[in-house]
């Protein structure tokens, strides 16, 4: 008897830890991936450009479509791999001509992009349909201009009726190209145990991953780490000491020296780490992010404990059905390789 | 009453033409692609490396894993793109580092690859599997060694549960990478409106259709572009007359001179056409073929009528579920892009 009130009590207490531990991560902005399903379409969509299913099918096919490239042999989803974490994993990406970026600027992961504040390192663009126009032109990338991709796309039956159910009308343009692409990546968020402990399911995270929290929040990670997003904002990068890769690349910030924060969700599916890929290892990821923007020296122990955590932050991908894409035609202009 | 007994005449003649159209093309050797789901599974089974659902989804998986490539970044799907009818739609295939084929030999579809009597342009391999280590392995490809293969498969949890589902144990080879990615290919079959018809639909191919197919037979296409793969066997080519764009790449066929016949189903979705890519005209593929191959010259109205009945070979291709792959581990060796 005395025995099994002993287990009350220390479950009683266990509860009350983990009801205050998502008490101390709400405060400090950390919040779950809506589990309604129609509160979280109004959070992902866009009012300029309003998901539907049909858009969403059409940026689908388009995410995929090696056509949209110079070459015919790149896609969106060539850098941003949905079967590997939404990443390429290579250190800097590489495009058209086997072109590394320029900046030595690894590709971020698509998934949960939606919930970025900015788009690109530099945080230039504000929202994934301007972020999508980006890559598709950029040389290092798919290196096509507007009027080839819209001659491309309109070139092949199928896609005519595929934009007027998604848009209203058939007129193919660049902008709906991206726009279809936007709203196709926007539906790619990974909801995760984390997700379900924020949401009150107390058991969704062990005690090691829980421990892991709470080392993550004390530590001041939530500083920038932090919404639904687990990231996206701006910040200055390296903040309090130098960052020990800062060699590789070029790449500095925004005008003002801030660097977007990647998201952490399914961070540990997407090696290497950083703005310039230096880094392979999820442990030596947060030991440097100690260093350089808390200025402290993370113990062995405090790295493996939220480590442990953010691999909580593996979330579930959304079933996606490989795409069947429109034949090419006579009109459709031919690629160019080089 | 009189012209109903007209209209079911004119049916009864016309279902009479259908009938000796199908016993016409079954003489010369066409055959189509079984309904019957066991009679299928026999006829694309390998004996040596059987078929079962858990070695075709880990085939899936590793068809679209581009860590087997050195890189990577390029997985077999990036050549034999199965959005775009299994192919890449460029001339020549482009491997690693940006390295086109140094015989400019264009991807041959994998769709229906089963059904080739030999695998590769000189038809060096007899089966997919044999076939599957090659562009692996090749260093304008995808530049792996076996080795370093089963490094990468073996170092990211989730393949080691896959192999035992797959093969009874848990040992990862090369052998058994390549078996599971023959296995997955051989499920990659795509009936089409002829294999209805062949099958005794007669409604199934249109009057335009079928008058293509009797002049497809009449010219005696079918001499190469039989059986169920429409295509497959090894055949000298030009046969009769120079082949017009002979000047790319330095292909010449085996050491006897003989060339793959390629499939013929889903070619309106896989140009550009021949060993060396050099024709994006399937009209213009049709007549050479007429020149190089028949010696004659194919007037406009029989290229059409032929084209008509090629596009009949468009097939339903399997729905295909994009796979998430396993995470990079600390021990799964770093991409080597140059």
């Excluded at 589990?35 to 940026?59: C, H, Q, R, Y």
């Excluded at 590997?84 to 086997?98: E, F, K, L, Q, R």
């Excluded at 301007?130 to 096509?144: F, N, T, Y």
């Excluded at 190209?177 to 949401?199: H, M, Q, W, Y």
Aim: aromatic residues 8%; glycine residues 8%.
């Amino acid at each position: 008897m005395k025995k099994n009130i002993l287990i009350v009590t220390v479950i009683a207490l266990s509860n009350f830890a983990s009801a205050s531990l998502v008490e101390d991560a709400k405060k400090v902005g950390l919040a779950p991936i809506p589990t309604d399903k129609s509160e979280l379409i109004k959070l992902i969509d866009n009012p300029k450009n309003p998901i539907n299913k049909a858009k969403v099918e059409l940026g689908k096919a388009l995410f995929f479509e090696p056509r949209l490239s110079k070459s015919n042999l790149i896609s969106c989803n060539t850098c941003h791999n949905l079967a590997t974490g939404g990443v390429d994993g290579v250190s800097a990406a590489i495009g058209h001509n086997w072109t590394a970026n320029p900046h030595h600027l690894n590709s971020p992961t698509v998934y949960n992009a939606v919930f970025m504040e900015k788009q690109f390192w530099d945080g230039r663009e504000l929202d994934l349909e301007a972020q999508a126009q980006g890559p598709l032109q950029a040389k290092p990338e798919m290196a096509i201009s507007k009027e080839m991709a819209v001659k491309r796309i309109s070139s092949m039956a199928g896609y005519k009726e595929q934009f007027k159910e998604a848009f209203g009308d058939n007129n193919i343009s660049f902008q709906k190209i991206a726009d279809a692409i936007g709203a196709f990546e926007r539906i790619l968020v990974t909801p995760s145990n984390f997700d379900k402990f924020l949401a009150g399911d107390q058991k969704a995270l062990s005690t090691e991953e829980q421990e892991g929290l709470k080392t993550f929040i004390d530590k001041g990670c939530t500083a920038c780490h932090t919404g639904i997003g687990i990231g996206g904002g701006m910040q200055k990068f390296p903040l309090v000491k130098p960052y020990k890769y800062a060699n590789i690349g070029d790449f500095k910030g925004d005008k003002n020296g801030m660097v977007k924060t990647p998201t952490l969700r399914n961070i540990a599916q997407t090696a290497p780490y950083f703005h310039n890929g230096a880094v392979w290892s999820l442990e030596e990821a947060v030991m440097i992010m100690g260093e350089t923007q808390l200025g402290m020296a993370l113990k062995d122990k405090e790295i493996k404990s939220i480590v442990t955590f953010l691999k909580s932050l593996d979330g579930e991908m959304p079933t996606i059905t490989y795409p069947k894409l429109p034949s090419v035609t006579a009109m459709t202009p031919q690629p160019k390789v080089d």
